[in-house]
């Protein structure tokens, strides 16, 4: 157990919808990143925030979106899904900026239908 | 270019034999190197994580070289056994203060009885 939460484990909905996604990041991590791996592929960063900030961006479409909220949880709001929007969603979190130790969260499996 | 690129893409062997997985690098200012273990569906687990300095790094049945000079690592796995099925990711950090990681694609690896 790394110690990051991620909720729901799994996720069905439709088209055109939209979901959020949340993660708690371990006790004393200031840092939450967000990352999107489709099937049989590679892990995405999607961005970073730190201590309630945006600190770093990857890959992310401007339909999804995510905050950091003063208790340090994250959410991340995906929207106008599309059936390619289909993935693992992992939350990692790390003391620091740097990103050296990230511990990973278990996933939130996303269906679009 | 900063690139990561993990060889083979997949590899099967049998219970109780030994492997090891390559990646190289082209990324700079080089921070540091870390693998990672991820079961289908899981979170990925740090192995390892090696600095500029170091050139090896052993947990248990998994050892990880590092040639800064060469940009080259692997990951040696002693006596595999069937849990050790999984992908292995190979991941890159740069040296610039923030978070900017790189990573590969990773090795799947089926371990048969």
């Known amino acids: 157990d790394s110690g990051v939460t991620q909720t729901p484990k799994h996720l069905i909905t439709a088209t055109g919808q939209r979901v959020t996604l949340r993660c708690s990041p371990r006790?004393?991590?200031?840092?939450v990143y967000w990352y999107q791996q489709s099937l049989d592929q590679g892990l995405q960063f999607l961005i970073q925030?730190?201590?309630?900030?945006?600190?770093a961006k990857g890959n992310i479409l401007e339909r999804f979106s995510a905050q950091q909220f003063p208790d340090l949880h994250s959410e991340l709001n995906l929207s106008s899904l599309e059936l390619g929007d289909s993935a693992l969603y992992f939350c990692?979190?790390?003391?620091?900026?740097?990103?050296?130790?990230?511990?990973f969260g278990p996933g939130t499996r996303l269906t679009v239908l | 270019k900063n690139q990561v690129e993990q060889s083979p893409q997949s590899l099967i062997i049998l219970e109780g034999k030994n492997c090891t997985l390559q990646?190289?690098?082209?990324?700079?200012?080089?921070?540091?190197l870390r693998w990672y273990k991820q079961d289908t569906g899981r979170g990925p687990v740090s192995l390892t994580i090696?600095?500029?300095?170091?050139n090896t790094k052993s947990n248990g049945r998994y050892t990880a070289t590092l040639d800064a000079d060469t940009k080259q690592s692997s990951l040696h796995i002693t006596a595999s056994q069937l849990s050790d099925s999984a992908s292995y990711i190979c991941?890159?950090?740069?040296?610039?203060?923030?978070?900017?990681?790189?990573f590969g694609a990773g090795t799947r690896l089926f371990v048969k009885a």
């Open positions: 090696m600095t500029f300095s170091e």
């Open positions: 990692a979190s790390s003391v620091g900026t740097s990103g050296t130790s990230q511990f």
């Open positions: 990646c190289n690098y082209t990324v700079s200012p080089f921070s540091n």
């Open positions: 006790s004393g991590d200031l840092s």
């Open positions: 925030y730190y201590n309630g900030e945006e600190r």
């Open positions: 991941v890159v950090s740069l040296n610039t203060g923030g978070f900017k990681t790189i």
